[in-house]
């Protein structure tokens, strides 16, 4: 299958970009952690957590929007990624909700331009390859639908990461 082109890859660190939103790969209390999570709350600023405070926690597979603070990013969205814990506790179709939620929240707003985390995979144990697979396939799905989105950046933090990209893109 040809990928969309409105798909990009990159590695790096996601809180240099300057796109419309930055999605933050959080916990339920939105209150920062380790990880990018702790990335995006370094980089944006108290202005973040103050925002964070008043949302009230977010649930596995959703989405929240705030301002982008002191990030290049005009917004962040928060979501929270399943927590791997073998595979039989639905954690495949958690991730997808939360790409689903993210992408969804992202295209209420107007926004044109997204950058993903692999979500899940690091502290959270989600599978890589699996993740990567996945996280395209509900892009794609998305896409297919929209006629907003200009840019989707999948960030990889490693290349083996980026390699998993490019496989499920169908780039290798
Ligand atoms: N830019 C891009 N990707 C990054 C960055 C960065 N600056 N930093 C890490 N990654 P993780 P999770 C990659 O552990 O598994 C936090 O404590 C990393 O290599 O950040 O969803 C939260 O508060 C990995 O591929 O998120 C939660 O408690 C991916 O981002 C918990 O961790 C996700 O790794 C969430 O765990």
Same mark, same amino acid.
């Given at each position: =299958? #040809?990928?969309?082109?409105?798909?990009? %890859? =990159?590695?790096?660190?996601?809180? /240099?970009?300057?796109?419309?939103?930055?999605?933050?790969?959080?916990?339920?209390? %939105?209150? &920062? &952690?380790?990880?990018?999570?702790?990335?995006?709350?370094? #980089?944006? +600023?108290? &202005?973040?957590?103050?925002?964070?405070?008043?949302?009230?926690?977010? $649930?596995?597979?959703?989405? $929240?929007?705030? #301002?982008?603070?002191?990030?290049?990013?005009?917004? !962040?969205?928060?979501? !929270?990624?399943?927590?791997?814990?073998? &595979?039989?506790? +639905?954690?495949?179709?958690?991730?997808?909700?939360?790409?689903?939620? /993210?992408?969804?929240?992202?295209?209420?707003?107007? *926004?044109?331009?997204?950058? @993903?985390?692999?979500?899940?995979?690091?502290?959270?144990?989600?599978?890589?390859?699996? #993740?990567?697979? *996945?996280?395209?396939?509900?892009?794609?799905?998305?896409?297919?639908?929209?006629?907003? =989105?200009?840019?989707?950046?999948?960030? /990889? @933090?490693?290349?083996?990461?980026?390699?998993?990209?490019?496989?499920?893109?169908?780039?290798?």
């Amino acid at each position: =299958m #040809a990928y969309d082109r409105r798909i990009e %890859l =990159m590695t790096g660190d996601i809180t /240099s970009l300057a796109v419309d939103a930055i999605v933050n790969a959080a916990n339920p209390s %939105l209150l &920062g &952690g380790g990880g990018v999570d702790g990335a995006i709350h370094r #980089a944006a +600023g108290p &202005g973040l957590l103050a925002e964070c405070r008043k949302l009230g926690g977010c $649930k596995t597979g959703e989405a $929240k929007l705030t #301002a982008g603070h002191n990030l290049p990013a005009r917004h !962040v969205i928060h979501t !929270v990624g399943p927590v791997w814990r073998g &595979g039989s506790g +639905g954690e495949e179709a958690l991730l997808a909700l939360c790409y689903r939620a /993210s992408l969804g929240l992202a295209a209420t707003q107007r *926004l044109r331009s997204i950058a @993903f985390p692999a979500i899940s995979t690091g502290v959270y144990g989600f599978p890589r390859p699996r #993740a990567c697979a *996945l996280a395209v396939d509900e892009t794609h799905r998305f896409l297919l639908k929209d006629g907003t =989105m200009e840019r989707v950046i999948f960030i /990889s @933090f490693d290349d083996e990461t980026e390699a998993l990209y490019r496989r499920a893109l169908g780039l290798d």
